[in-house]
């Protein structure tokens, strides 16, 4: 009855590299959310993905940020080029459905560094 | 554009006692509205929710006022315990936009014994 998974949990990159989050979401979930959270500051959407669909990616940086959930595998939060401003804690939550009544389970986390 | 606002960043409490965090926010169109309590090192871990057609929502310990004159909600927790001692979002989700949630920037709870 495993939560949701995320790798790595700690990431560490020098600016100019490419940073690759993963996201495995509870067992019958097929709704995924990555959200960041800078320092002192609350949780900010990012995008909402089903699989293989991006649904909503209002809150995602127009450029270096990409999101994927493809039919088999995790989901993937992609930064390219990484700049000491992405440095922060990267959660990724679960849901069954759409609907607001259901709960979004979150992850533990990856927390970048960017050098 | 902070549109969910938690003005106090920390609360003390004795243990026994009522814990009461506060949450304010701007949007009118927001018509759900979820606690989520958060361990360091940990992700955000759903509390309870309320739905605006709703001014009260009691689930154990926790139970959730929302008064949608006044754009504000609050959590309390009754008895409070040391195991609550975290930090608390409040998140709200605009109709017509999903889940997508919205999320204040947290208040830090320690529950002294």
């Known amino acids: 009855n495993a939560g949701v998974m995320q790798n790595p949990r700690h990431l560490v990159r020098r600016r100019g590299q490419e940073a690759r989050l993963r996201c495995s979401p509870m067992k019958g979930h097929s709704h995924v959310y990555w959200y960041r959270q800078l320092p002192e500051e609350g949780l900010k959407f990012m995008v909402y993905l089903q699989k293989e669909n991006i649904i909503d990616e209002s809150g995602m940086p127009k450029e270096r940020f990409s999101a994927e959930f493809p039919k088999e595998g995790p989901s993937i939060l992609r930064i390219q080029q990484v700049v000491r401003g992405d440095s922060a804690a990267y959660f990724c939550?679960?849901?069954?459905?759409?609907?607001?009544?259901?709960?979004?389970?979150f992850g533990p986390g990856t927390r970048l560094l960017v050098l | 554009d902070q549109q969910v606002k938690q003005n106090s960043p920390s609360l003390s409490v004795q243990e026994g006692r009522i814990s009461i965090l506060n949450c304010d926010y701007t949007?009118?169109?927001?018509?759900?509205f979820l606690w989520y309590k958060k361990y360091p090192a940990e992700g955000p871990t759903f509390l309870i929710s309320i739905s605006s057609i709703k001014d009260k929502n009691e689930d154990g310990r926790f139970t959730v006022f929302l008064n949608k004159s006044a754009k504000h909600l609050s959590l309390h927790i009754v008895p409070s315990q040391p195991g609550d001692s975290a930090v608390y979002f409040c998140a709200a989700s605009e109709i017509g936009y999903g889940n997508k949630l919205v999320f204040g920037a947290g208040t830090i709870l320690r529950v002294k014994s």
């Open positions: 939550a679960s849901s069954r459905d759409w609907d607001r009544g259901e709960t979004q389970y």
């Open positions: 949007n009118s169109m927001f018509d759900y």
